[in-house]
């Protein structure tokens, strides 16, 4: 396998749930040659899911908490998919992830437009300038019209639109999707079946297309067309890259109609791994010295067993099997002799990585979100988001004996990124903080699996929590001092105001406004 940056291909799916990214995601590793029938995907994640206590509730809710790691190789690249699990309830991991990967794909549903978890996803995408291509999905059902929908992406997300293929009718009349940047049309040879056959034409006007479609419908699309030419960007490639610009594709990835435009634009526009900034300088991919951040742990699917996996994503250099590497904040060094490859089949040892992989180190809770690992060099790789909390509540335990293990157990799942933990100035029960309501159900599951300790939740009378900083010590003392009952602290000791509602945060400002509050703080 060659291991160069620039074969790599790192990226992710956002969407609102339903819009199709599990079959897209099927597809691409079926088209891509990583799975040998489409239905895979779905069934491995079920024989998972049975796998552990606390994943039971994914699976009761038929959903995926969990993300990972699907590589495998197609026109001599190497493409990385690295999964965000789309329910609206999930824990900042998914978010973490989008910090791992170089560029998105985002599909959104034809009839629906812009939902609320890909206008979330996306912001959080628009904070790295990820590049995005956009598959509007699901066009052989109704649909709202094309210029609706890509006038929705530019107003609702800034982000300039350029089409790259239409689709001819949608619903009862979707005939097939025109590449308005080669000519070619695919189309189905029998109406309603998947996509299987691709018609090369001179431009929309060509007469083969006289023949295949009925004419009312395709006068009305060449219309569309010329219009979309010129009422649109053309695409250009720095704009994309910079994450001004995303380039279109009307779909559907049921009907195979999609799927291998993606592979291909991927292959050809999607970058390469970046430079990732560090605290003491920018690590560029070419870098001999192998180094990378962690993104996620996930602890193990057995519960009798505590270990975990923590996936780092590789910034620079080759890396080894059996390489030892530098934990920075540790100072310690670690043998890394059983990493992990994500192959879409199987688990498989990796013997060597490079820039924009995932590898998989098995650990017993040693390492945490966050971390770094170098060849030595101390520096810590930033931008790595934790966010502003939107579910708070206060911690009870009923059994005061075990005491020891709910701090274990609050601390374990922190560094996993589950949840938040913070503790009051006033009064001693711990206050956790969540992304999305599930996550209590999570927490409290796996707290008794694998902890041992039954614990409850209690609401406060706080629905937001954001931090609080000031470059002026004595007037961020001040201002802690001054309101005492709604400060907490976080893990690493930073301040973080509690409020009841918007309008406080919004009143308190006021008054102090020396204090800058916000919404997300980097890790490092
Ligand atoms: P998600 O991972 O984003 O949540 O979506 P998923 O792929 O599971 O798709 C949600 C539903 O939409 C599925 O139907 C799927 O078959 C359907 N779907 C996905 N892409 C297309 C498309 O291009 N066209 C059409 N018409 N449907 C599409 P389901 O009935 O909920 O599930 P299933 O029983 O078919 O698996």
Redesign the pocket.
Known sequence: MPSSHETRRTFAII????????????KLLYFGGAIRMAGQV?ARGEKRRAKSDWMKIEQERGISVTSSVMTFEHKDLIFNLLDTP??EDFSEDTYRTLTAVDSAIM?I?ASKGIEAQTLKLFEVCRLRDIPIITLV?????EAKDPFELMDEIQETLALDVSPMVLPIGSGSTFHGCYNVTNGDYYTAKTKGDAFDTIVETSGIDDAKLDDLVDSQLLEESREMIELASVGYSDFDLESYREGHLSPVIF?????D??PTALLDLIADIAPMPRPSPTTERTVSPEEKKVSGFVFKVQANMDSHHRDRVAFMRICSGDFKRGMKLRQVRTGKDIMVHSPIMFFAQDREIAQEAGPGDVIGIPNHGTIRVGDTFTEGEQMQFTGLPAFAPEVLRRVRLPDGTKVKQLRRALEDLAEEGLTQVFKPNIGSNWIIGLVGILQLDVLKSRAKAEYGVEIDFEPITYNMAVWVKCDDEAKMKTFLSANVNNIVHDREGSPVFLAKSQWEIDFTKERHPDITFMKTRELV
């Open positions: 969407s609102h749930p339903d819009a199709g990214k599990t079959t897209l995601t099927e779905k789309g329910h599909v549903d999905n699901k066009c052989d059902r779909g559907s990835a049921l009907k109609f999609g």
